[in-house]
């Protein structure tokens, strides 16, 4: 282990946006040490990461309940700072099953807290999300809009962010960013890393790419009566590099001594795009069919949202750099590499 880099404990770093900010952090010069209990991962991630980055990458398989083992884990790495991404994030899970969300949401990030407090870290990425905004009534969003939570998964990320209000302000030295995301969406050059739920996709590019590849019957779209330009919702889907790239930002930013105790930040592209743009353009970019149809709303959706990114820029001189045709093809590559390699299995 390279004593001269800044360690950085990931949790949830074998997951989607975990594992490509493991790739950005490792290109970034930082240690990456991953903690993740694989719940919402595949355990040959660490086989495709060392591959991506040719380096050994550090991983314990934990979930962050266990305070003590987190305690050990800082002290064993000597870490610097943290990125929390460990959390569930299906809204229409947490409908169904509130108390996994408030225990492993609220109670996960409980944990690293005091683990943090203990062993002296007070670095702290937190992975948040435009879920905080509802329904907003201004569009794009800036960071000042009103926050509300839609379901128990919002409810978590609100929640989480005021837990960090109130212990910025107990913890003199403890400084955090907030990152709130937008859509994540695509994968990472190579193929090797992407987008790949456990079980039936709630997300629309894992479903869009699983149909096209013939995993899944058919895409059906939630709803085409909605006040927007063609009657689907609109979203600001962000290249999963990009917000990697974010994560790197913000650590920097953290460390130097621009950064207030607390800093919450848009992460987006700062446009709109409907679902029947994405699966037109997926269609037309990615030179493939799709087995589609309308059907019902689906609960708790809102019609448009999409972000004011100008915070990302001031304070972490961070922008999207990728469009969405790039993720809809990286996204289709990952799909293509994947199916072959299962079939390979
Ligand atoms: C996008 C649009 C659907 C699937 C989610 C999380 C949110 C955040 C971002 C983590 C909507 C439509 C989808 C399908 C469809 N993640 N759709 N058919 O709901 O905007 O947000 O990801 O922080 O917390 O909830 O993303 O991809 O599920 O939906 O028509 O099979 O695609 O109705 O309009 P969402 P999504």
């Known amino acids: 282990m390279d004593k001269l880099k ?9 997951g989607y946006i975990g594992s490509h900010t493991v790739v950005a952090l490792t290109e970034a010069g930082f240690q990456p040490v991953i903690l993740d209990d694989f719940r919402n991962a595949h355990p040959d991630v660490i086989d495709r990461l060392e591959e991506i980055t040719q380096t050994q990458i550090l991983c314990e398989r934990s979930s962050c309940h266990d305070t003590d083992l987190l305690e050990s884990i800082i002290e ?3 870490i610097w700072g943290v990125i929390h991404f460990a959390a569930d994030k299906a809204v229409g899970e947490s409908v169904e099953n509130p108390l996994k969300y408030f225990d492993n949401n609220l109670g ?16 702290l990425v937190f992975s948040s999300s435009c879920t905080v905004y509802g329904l907003p009534k201004t569009i794009p969003v800036t960071e000042n809009e009103e926050v509300s939570y839609n ?9 989480n962010e005021q837990m960090l209000e109130q212990f910025v302000q107990a913890e003199e030295q403890f400084k955090t960013v907030l990152l709130r995301y937008f859509n994540p969406v695509g994968a990472h050059a190579s193929g090797l890393i992407g987008e790949e739920p ?3 996709p709630t997300n629309l590019l894992p479903f ?8 899944r019957k058919e895409l059906v779209v939630h709803g085409d009566d909605y006040e927007t330009s063609d009657g689907t919702c609109i979203r600001d889907y962000i290249h999963v590099v990009d917000l990697a790239e974010a994560h790197v930002k913000a650590l920097e930013f953290i460390d130097s001594d621009k950064s207030a105790s607390l800093e919450v930040i848009n992460i987006g592209t700062g446009n709109g795009t409907s679902v029947k743009e994405m699966i037109d353009t997926f269609v037309s970019t990615c030179d493939t069919s799709l087995n589609w149809r309308i059907g019902p709303r689906r609960s708790g959706d809102v ?3 999409y972000a004011d990114a100008a915070l990302a820029k001031e304070k972490l001189n961070w922008e999207a750099k990728l469009t969405v045709k790039d993720a809809l ?3 289709w590559n990952y799909q293509q590499k994947r199916v072959q390699k299962t079939s390979e299995l």
């Open 6 to 14: 800044k360690h950085i404990l990931v949790t949830g770093g074998a």
């Open 76 to 78: 064993k790495y000597n």
């Open 108 to 123: 996960g990030l409980i944990s690293l807290l005091k683990a943090m407090k203990s062993k002296g870290v007070h670095r």
């Open 151 to 159: 379901s128990p998964y919002g409810f978590t990320k609100l929640i």
């Open 198 to 200: 456990r079980g039936v």
């Open 208 to 215: 869009i790419t699983q149909t096209a590849a013939g995993i």
């Open 303 to 305: 019609p448009a949202i």
């Open 329 to 331: 093809r990286s996204a």
